[in-house]
C-alpha cells in the first residue's frame, strides 16, 4: 500500500478525448510531481509543484495540463493526446525541499488509442 | 545533476548480501547520493540516502567512498521480494523552495534467484 493515491489504476483514451489523472495524499506535504515512464525506462520528470506552485515544467507538451487545486490534491489533465503519450504516470509527493524521500504513488497506466 | 552509471544487471542468491555499485565520479561537495528501488507494476520506493558517511537503515547499507566518486548499496539478506530495479541517484539539494528535482538514471535490474 502506498500513501499517494492515484486514480484511475487504468485509462484507455482516444486520441480526441479529454481525461484527467487524480493524485492525492494526506501526509501535510507541500511538493507534487509528476513523472512519465515508458516501458522498460526510467521515470522522467514532467511537473514540480511547491506550495501549489508550478515550480518546474520540464518542457513537456501542453496537451498536458497540470493543476494542484490544494496541498493535497494533484491532477494532471489530458487533451488530445498521441498514442506515443501510452506510459505508466506516477505522481510523488515531499514534505519540504531538504533531503527528505518522494512517496510515490503506483499510476495510471495510460493506453492511447 | 551529477550522471551516475551502474550496471544494466545482476543477479544474486536468495540469503546472501546484494552488492549494487553506482559510479559518480562527476559528484560535486553538495550533491547527495540516493537510491530507489521500483519492483514490477509499482512506483519507485525509496530506500536510503548519503552525503559523505555510511548510512544504515532497516532496509540496507550505503557505503560511499572516501572521494565520493562512488558507492555501493548493501541488501544484507536478499529475498526473492528484493527483485527489483534499483536506481541510484545524485541529487543538488533544495533547489527549490519547498521541492526538489530527482532524476532517474537506467538504474540496475537485480533478480533474486532461489
Given at each position: 500500500d502506498t500513501e499517494v493515491t492515484q486514480t484511475p489504476k487504468h485509462l484507455v483514451m482516444g486520441m480526441t478525448n479529454k481525461k484527467s489523472l487524480k493524485c492525492e495524499q494526506h501526509?501535510?506535504?507541500?511538493a507534487m510531481y509528476w513523472y512519465k515512464q515508458k516501458a522498460k525506462k526510467p521515470p522522467e520528470l514532467m511537473f514540480v509543484y511547491s506550495y501549489e506552485k508550478l515550480?518546474?515544467?520540464?518542457?513537456?507538451?501542453?496537451?498536458f495540463s497540470p493543476e494542484c487545486p490544494n496541498s493535497s490534491l494533484l491532477n494532471l489533465h489530458l487533451h488530445?493526446?498521441?498514442?506515443?503519450?501510452s506510459a505508466l504516470y506516477l505522481c510523488a509527493s515531499s514534505?519540504?525541499?531538504?533531503n527528505s524521500p518522494l512517496h510515490f504513488g503506483n499510476g495510471t497506466r495510460l493506453t492511447v488509442t | 545533476d551529477a550522471k551516475t552509471t551502474q550496471p544494466t544487471s545482476m543477479d544474486c542468491a536468495e540469503g546472501r548480501a546484494a552488492n549494487l555499485p553506482c559510479n559518480h565520479?562527476?559528484?560535486?561537495?553538495n550533491e547527495y547520493v540516493y537510491w530507489y528501488r521500483q519492483i514490477h507494476s509499482q512506483g519507485p520506493q525509496y530506500i536510503i540516502h548519503g552525503l559523505k558517511n555510511n548510512e544504515t537503515n532497516e532496509m540496507a547499507s550505503l557505503i560511499i567512498t572516501e572521494d565520493r566518486k562512488s558507492s555501493t548499496l548493501i541488501l544484507p539478506h536478499a529475498t526473492l521480494r528484493d527483485t527489483a530495479v534499483y536506481y541510484c541517484i545524485v541529487r543538488v539539494p533544495f533547489i527549490i523552495q519547498g521541492a526538489q528535482k530527482l532524476v532517474f538514471g537506467q538504474g540496475t535490474r537485480l533478480t533474486i534467484n532461489p
Open positions: 501526509m501535510g506535504h507541500r515550480s518546474i515544467n520540464e518542457s513537456v507538451p501542453s496537451r488530445a493526446l498521441q498514442p506515443e503519450d514534505p519540504r525541499g531538504d | 565520479s562527476t559528484i560535486s561537495g
